[in-house]
């Protein structure tokens, strides 16, 4: 499956939207810094839980100064809940799907024969220029952190 939205880099559409305690984020409070940008279906279920913690727990992530954001359909208050219950340390963001739709990470799902719409597991790495670094557009939830920080790493030795 390809983005063909968004390509590597092609500028990263820009965005504002709140998060869980009501701050607004703007892609450019970012600018200079890496960003990740995790679209997930719903909080506090195990894969989306194992996903968040997984973001949070990368040291390497942490080490290399990369801003998590997670983003889904859940309103403010599940993603306050969420947040708190597994301490999550970056904020999540929430939209109607609009935003969502923009960048591939929004629409048809096949899950177990039954096709629905709604968010589609994705992430998107956002270089400090503010261009699309790489995309994943159907994400297997394990050893996906790491990957990310494999290409941010990646990206930063060629950068340097």
């Known amino acids: 499956m390809t983005n063909n939205r968004i390509q590597p880099g092609d500028p ?18 970012y600018a200079g810094r890496y960003v990740v ?4 279906p719903k909080d506090d279920t195990p894969g989306c839980t194992r996903e968040a913690c997984d973001f949070r727990d990368s040291a390497r992530l942490r080490e290399m100064g990369v801003q998590i ?7 403010a208050a599940s993603h306050q809940r969420f947040s708190e219950k597994f301490s999550l340390p970056f ?3 929430t939209d109607d799907g609009e935003f969502l739709a923009s960048i591939g990470a929004y629409g048809e799902k096949n899950s177990y024969g039954k096709v629905t719409q709604g968010v589609k ?16 557009l159907a994400v ?10 494999d290409a941010i790493a990646a990206d930063m030795e060629t950068s340097a």
Do not use: C, M
């Open 140 to 149: 297997k939830v394990d050893g996906h952190a790491e990957a990310v920080a």
């Open 37 to 40: 940008l995790y679209a997930y």
């Open 12 to 29: 990263f559409p820009a965005f504002s939207l709140p998060d869980g305690a009501g701050q607004t984020h703007n892609l450019s409070d």
């Open 91 to 93: 904020p999540l963001l």
């Open 69 to 75: 954001l997670g983003i889904s359909q859940d309103d």
């Open 121 to 136: 597991r994705s992430t998107f790495i956002i270089d400090p220029q503010g261009k699309l670094l790489k995309s994943w």
